[in-house]
T-cell receptor
Framework: EAAVTQSPRNKVAVTGGKVTLSCNQT?????MYWYRQDTGHGLRLIHY???????EKGDIPDGYKASRPSQENFSLILELATPSQTSVYFC?????????FGPGTRLTVL | GDSVTQKQGQVTLSEDDFLFINCTYS??????LLWYVQYPGQGPQLLLK?????NKGISRGFEATYDKGTTSFHLQKASVQESDSAVYFC????????????FGIGTRVLVRP
């Protein structure tokens, strides 16, 4: 049974619209992460969290917000989506160096 | 800050070929060095780790060796199969308890039957 799930799996949004990507984990990990994956850039960290109520900026946080309302849930929010945010987004949970990734969300901003 | 460099964007092999992917890193810490693998349609998953104490990690037929002199840790497998087709990422955790990973850009490995 999948321990990290993401929804939606695919999303098409319009420029200027609001997008919320959701992540749920059943690993009971304190730490959760949001990455984006782009060809030529690998995995880049957007935001992360050490536990419920905490969010921290990663390496590329501009244009993104995050919310961690509970141990299990971590959301990534694009208030004003832009075409440059077209990408595949991965959520992960983990303690230490081993992170468990979800299946990804493919976001297209037109 | 920490960085990792993978120069090979794509590698195409035939079954039973030898696989070698190099990765170099830069850090001021005593890192744990990692290889993650991403199969088609899935998220990445940890393949193996190498600490600066033990120099070598082995998992599922893959082996990674750490070279402090060249600050590199390459991944190799003696005989690849079609099922090894995937994207391989090297990554660095700043220490054994490190939570914030730095990933390389990934190497896409295609193994032809």
């Amino acid at each position: 049974e999948a321990a990290v799930t993401q929804s939606p799996r695919n999303k098409v949004a319009v420029t200027g619209g609001k997008v919320t990507l959701s992540c749920n984990q059943t690993n009971n990990h304190n730490n959760m992460y949001w990455y984006r994956q782009d060809t030529g850039h690998g995995l880049r960290l957007i935001h992360y969290s050490y536990g419920a109520g905490s969010t921290e900026k990663g390496d590329i946080p501009d244009g993104y917000k995050a919310s961690r309302p509970s141990q299990e849930n971590f959301s990534l929010i694009l208030e004003l989506a832009t075409p440059s945010q077209t990408s595949v987004y991965f959520c992960a949970s983990g303690e230490g160096y081993e992170q468990y990734f979800g299946p990804g969300t493919r976001l297209t901003v037109l | 800050g920490d960085s990792v460099t993978q120069k090979q964007g794509q590698v195409t092999l035939s079954e039973d070929d030898f696989l070698f992917i190099n990765c170099t890193y830069s850090t001021t810490t005593y890192p744990t060095l990692l290889w993650y693998v991403q199969y088609p349609g899935q998220g990445p998953q940890l393949l193996l780790k190498v600490t600066t104490a033990n120099n070598k990690g082995i998992s599922r037929g893959f082996e990674a060796t750490y070279d402090k002199g060249t600050t590199s840790f390459h991944l190799q497998k003696a005989s690849v199969q079609e099922s090894d087709s995937a994207v391989y990422f090297c990554a660095l955790a700043p220490n054994s308890a490190g939570n914030k990973l730095t990933f390389g850009i990934g190497t896409r490995v295609l193994v032809r039957p």
